[in-house]
C-alpha cells in the first residue's frame, strides 16, 4: 500500500462521519445508540454509535471537532493506510467500551474523532521530520494530557460544566487507543513507511 497522500479519502470517512451524525439526530437513540447488553446481539452499534447525539451542542461540537479533523488528516498528508486505521478503529472505539460496562448508553462522534487525532499525529511522528515530526509529538502530548485529565477511569458518566449532557470520558481513552493500535499496525504495512513528498 502506497504512503502516498490520501486526502481525499481521509476527507471521505469525515464527511461519512458527519452525515450519519447529521442522519442520526432525526433516529431514535435508543435504537441506535451504544448499549453494552446489546453488543454481541445487535453489534452495528459498534458503527451506528457515532451517529447519536443527545443535545445540540453535543453534535455541534462534535461537527465543529469532525472540521478540525478533517483538516488535521489533510495538513499531516496521511497516506491511505492511516485513513484505513482510522476507519478500523471507528467499532473499535465503541467495542472497547465493554470495558466499562456500568456505560450503559453512549452516543457521539468524540471517541472516534479521538482515534483520528491519535492516528493521524502517530503518522506525523512516525514519517515526518523536523517541525512536523514535532506538532504531530505536541498534538500526542495534548492528546494525552487531556484524556488523563479527564478521568477515564472514574464514573462512566461525567457531569461537566458548559455541557447540557453527561460525557462519558472513557469513549475518549477507548478512541485514543484505538486509533493509536490501529495507526500503529498500518505502519507496518509495506510502503507504508515511505513518505512521498
Known amino acids: 500500500m502506497s504512503a502516498t497522500p490520501a486526502p481525499r479519502a481521509w476527507l471521505a470517512?469525515?464527511?461519512l462521519l458527519v452525515l450519519a451524525a447529521i442522519g442520526g439526530w432525526w433516529l431514535p437513540r435508543s435504537a441506535i445508540d451504544w448499549q453494552p447488553a446489546l453488543a454481541a446481539r445487535e453489534p452495528w452499534r459498534a458503527l451506528s454509535a457515532a451517529a447519536v447525539h443527545y443535545s445540540g451542542l453535543h453534535l455541534g461540537a462534535n461537527l465543529a471537532g469532525a472540521a478540525l479533523v478533517g483538516a488535521l488528516g489533510v495538513v499531516a498528508r496521511v497516506p491511505l493506510?492511516?485513513?484505513l486505521a482510522w476507519l478500523v478503529a471507528w467499532p473499535l472505539t465503541h467495542l472497547g467500551l465493554l470495558m466499562r460496562p456500568d456505560l450503559l448508553h453512549y452516543g457521539g462522534l468524540?471517541?472516534?474523532l479521538h482515534a483520528g487525532v491519535a492516528a493521524a499525529a502517530l503518522w506525523l511522528v512516525a514519517r515526518d521530520r523536523g517541525r512536523r515530526q514535532l506538532i504531530g509529538a505536541a498534538i500526542l502530548a495534548v492528546l494525552l494530557v487531556k484524556i488523563l485529565g479527564e478521568s477515564p477511569w472514574?464514573?462512566?458518566v461525567q457531569t461537566r460544566e458548559g455541557?447540557?449532557?453527561a460525557v462519558a470520558p472513557f469513549a475518549h481513552a477507548s478512541g485514543a487507543l484505538c486509533g493509536l493500535l490501529c495507526a500503529r499496525l498500518a505502519l507496518l504495512i509495506p510502503n507504508a513507511s515511505r513518505h512521498d513528498n
Open 13 to 15: 470517512l469525515t464527511l
Open 81 to 83: 493506510a492511516i485513513v
Open 110 to 112: 468524540s471517541g472516534v
Open 154 to 156: 472514574g464514573p462512566a
Open 163 to 165: 455541557w447540557d449532557i
